[in-house]
C-alpha cells in the first residue's frame, strides 16, 4: 500500500506513514458504491467580482458555503469538494443510509432556502442576484481515495450530476432518472424535458425537483389494502390492551419494538383500525424524523395539529387565532388566562414564537406537559383517546420526558399511547412506570407461511412458486 499524502510505501499494519506520518486509516480502499452526487454551482458572482474586490468576492462566497456545507451535514452528506463556486456533495458515502436520494435531494432543497434567506438578509440584499443551480444523480461509482486523492467518486453518475447541474435553472433543483425514481413518492417533480449527456446514445430524463410531499423518514406508503398478515397473538396482546383502556379506564402504553422493516408500522396501523372499528375514539398520529426538523416537539405537533385541524403552514397571526378558537370550543368553560395559555402552548409546539419560549426550562415544560395531558384527558372522557408515535429511536429527550408525563398523568383514564421503535438506538424508551401500564412487545419476522402468503397477496393471483 502507498502513503495517500507522500507516496512512500506503507509496511501492512501500519497506522502511520513512516515517511511522513500521514495517518493510514484515512486511505479508504476504492469500492464500488450507490452513491446519489449532488452538484451545486452558485451563479451570479462572476458580474459581482467586477464591482467588488476579490476578497469582498471570496468572503462573501464563503459565507454562502459555510451555511450550505452545514445544511449538507445536517441531512447527512459528505462535502467532497469546492471548487470556486461550485461544489460537489456525496450522499451514501463513505457513510449509507436507508434513505440517501431523499436525504440528497431535501439538503438540496434546503441549501436553495438557505442560500436564498442569506441573499435576502446579507450585505448581498438588493445588489446581487446570486442563486445557484443543483443537479442530483444517482448511481453506482468508485469511491475511495483514488489516485492518492482524498476521498472521492469517479464514474459517469459524476458526470450526468455535473451535467444535470449546468441544465439546471438558477435556483432549481434538477434530478436524474434514478433519483426521481427513488423518490417520487417523496416529492413533487415537474418533468424537465431530455438531456443528450456527451458521448452517450441515449438521452436521459431530467425532473425539477419543486417540494416535498412527506416528512423525512416517511416510508413508501404500506398497503393497508391489503389486509394484515399473520401477528394474530401479537393483535391479541393489543386487544387485551384495548379492553384495559375501553373498559376499566386505564392508560397503557403499547411500546412496540423490533427491527427495520418488520412490520412495526403496519401492525400499529392494525391495532388503530381496530380501534376505529370498535366505535368512538380520538386517535392522534404522529412520528419522529431522522433529520432536517429543527422543531423537537414536531411529532406531537403534527398528531395536534391534524387533530385539532390547525394548518401548520399558516402566519402566526393566524395560527393563534386558529388555535384560540380550537381552546374555546375544547373548554367552553375555562377563564381567559386558560385559554391564553392553551393558545401559547399549541403554537409553541407548532414551533412559532411564543410567551413559552421567555419561560425557564422547568416552567416551560411544565406548561407543556399539562395543557397536552389536558387536551387529551378532555377528549378521554368520549371515548378511548389514542395517541401513536411511531419511529420513537428518532425522538428528542424532551418529546420522551413529555410521553412519560402522559402515560403517568394520563394511567386512570381511557388513554392508549402506542409507540413503535427501531433497536439499537441510545434511546430511554420504554420508561419505567409504577403508575401506568406498560407493554411492550417485540416484533419477530413474520414466518415462512406468512411471508408466502404476503407474496402471494402482493402478486395477485399469481401462485407462490417457491418449493424449497
Ligand atoms: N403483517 C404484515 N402484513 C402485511 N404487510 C406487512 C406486514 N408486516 C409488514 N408488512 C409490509 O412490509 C413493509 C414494511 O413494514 P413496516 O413499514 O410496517 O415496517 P417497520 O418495522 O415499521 O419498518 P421501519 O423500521 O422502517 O419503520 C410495509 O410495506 C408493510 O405494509
Ligand atoms: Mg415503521
Redesign the pocket.
Known sequence: MQCTSCGSAIPAGARFCPSCAHPVALSQPEERRIVTIVFADLVGFTTLAERMDPEQVKRLIDACFERLVDVVVEFGGKVDKILGDGMLVLFGAPVAHEDDPERAVRAALRMQETLAHYVATSELAGSADIRMRVGINTGEVLVGTLAGTDYTAMGDVVNTASRLQAEAPAGGVLVGEVTHGLTSHTFRYEPAGTLQPRGREQALQAWLALEPTAPPGN??R??RD??????RPELTIAEAALELVRHSGRGVLLHVN??????????VDEVISRVREHGEASVLEGACVPYGEANVWWPIASALSNYLDLDTGIDIDAARSTALQRAQEMFPSIDAAGTERLVDVFTHLLGYPSPIDRLDALSARNAIHQTVAMVLEARSHRGPMVLSI??VHWADQVLLDLLEHLVTALSRHSFLLIT?M?PGHDVAWPPRSDRGTVLSIT?QP?TRL?IEE?ATALLGDAPATSNC
Request: charged share 45%; proline share 0%.
Open positions: 416510508r413508501r404500506r398497503r391489503l389486509g394484515i398478515v399473520g401477528r423490533g427491527d427495520n422493516g418488520v412490520g412495526k408500522s403496519r401492525y411511531d419511529d413503535a427501531r416484533l413474520l406468512d404476503l
